[in-house]
């Protein structure tokens, strides 16, 4: 080996030991950067979970508070309940209310055989249910009747009724306490052309109502005489006749609510 041959061999050695050290100098630098940004990123992420989790808490919080407040709430209205005494009929005051109950009948049963009626009924004013806005529905239901032989009965089917499906016939009954439906009313009562053409589906020809009042005067129902055809009324007798009834099974009806507040 010569010299020249020497010192290129010990060059060319050289410059691949430079090129190893700068390779290896770059992989170093990049694993570091490597592990800082792992190291950032891990940390990172600890942080985020941990405000996740303080947001998380802090939801949790505010979720309870709201939960407890309807709880309160609630428990209110359950304590108001139980202060209160429950209604608890005794066999002498159901006894009493059967005794009322036929007492209107029998007056129904007078009603319709004095103006020759096919159908009377009671018909009274309660409470309905509420919409989402909270508004009241008020409703009525037909409670008692009395029908001539032949004649289906219909109160049963007259439950839980709107009142505003029937505000003509309720308005007029409230304002003026009486109010007839027939082919001739509508001529002055216009309002009442459907409740005289429900009162065609149902096989009704007319239909008389009279107000019944509570110990205040407020009118909590009526009651009705309806005919299946064409029929000669004195009309003067027959509202003279429903005043009388009305009057009487008011009467009737004041006697339970007084027995109810005693």
């Not at 428990?75 to 007492?103: G, L, R």
């Not at 309905?128 to 009241?136: E, F, Q, R, T, V």
């Given at each position: 080996m010569t010299v020249f041959e020497l010192v290129r061999l010990i060059a060319d050695n050289s410059f691949m030991v430079v090129c190893a050290a700068i390779i290896l100098w770059v992989f170093l630098r990049n694993e570091k950067r490597r592990t800082i940004k792992e190291d950032l990123a891990e940390k990172q992420k600890i942080k985020d979970e941990e405000?996740?989790?303080?947001?998380?808490?802090?939801?949790?919080?505010?979720?309870?508070?709201?939960?407890?407040?309807?709880?309160?709430?609630?428990?209110?209205?359950?304590?108001?309940?139980?202060?209160?005494?429950?209604?608890?009929?005794?066999?002498?005051?159901?006894?009493?209310?059967?005794?009322?109950?036929?007492?209107?009948?029998?007056v129904l049963r007078k009603l319709r055989s004095s103006i020759d009626a096919d159908r009377c009924?009671?018909?009274?004013?309660?409470?309905?249910?509420?919409?989402?806005?909270?508004?009241?529905?008020?409703?009525?239901?037909a409670t008692n009747e009395a029908i001539r032989d032949g004649l289906a009965p219909f109160a049963p089917n007259f439950q839980n009724q709107f009142r505003s499906v029937f505000a003509p016939w309720c308005t007029l009954i409230r304002e003026q306490g009486y109010i007839g439906v027939s082919d001739t009313s509508i001529d002055?009562?216009?309002?009442?052309?459907?409740?005289?053409?429900?009162?065609?589906?149902?096989?009704?020809?007319?239909?008389?109502?009279?107000?019944?009042?509570?110990?205040?005067?407020?009118?909590?129902?009526?009651?009705?005489?309806?005919?299946?055809?064409?029929?000669?009324?004195?009309?003067?007798?027959?509202?003279?006749?429903m005043k009388d009834k009305a009057l009487k099974i008011s009467a009737l009806l004041v006697l339970k609510q007084n027995l109810k507040e005693g």
């Open positions: 405000t996740a989790k303080e947001e998380r808490k802090r939801e949790n919080e505010i979720r309870d508070k709201q939960y407890n407040v309807v709880l309160d709430k609630l428990f209110a209205k359950f304590d108001a309940c139980a202060n209160k005494n429950p209604e608890i009929h005794t066999p002498q005051e159901d006894e009493f209310q059967e005794k009322v109950n036929d007492s209107i009948d029998e009924m009671l018909v009274r004013y309660h409470n309905g249910s509420y919409d989402l806005a909270g508004n009241p529905a008020n409703k009525m239901s002055v009562i216009p309002e009442l052309v459907p409740l005289r053409e429900y009162s065609k589906i149902r096989g009704m020809h007319n239909a008389f109502g009279q107000a019944v009042y509570d110990k205040n005067q407020y009118v909590i129902g009526y009651i009705t005489a309806e005919n299946v055809d064409l029929k000669t009324h004195s009309m003067e007798q027959v509202e003279s006749c």
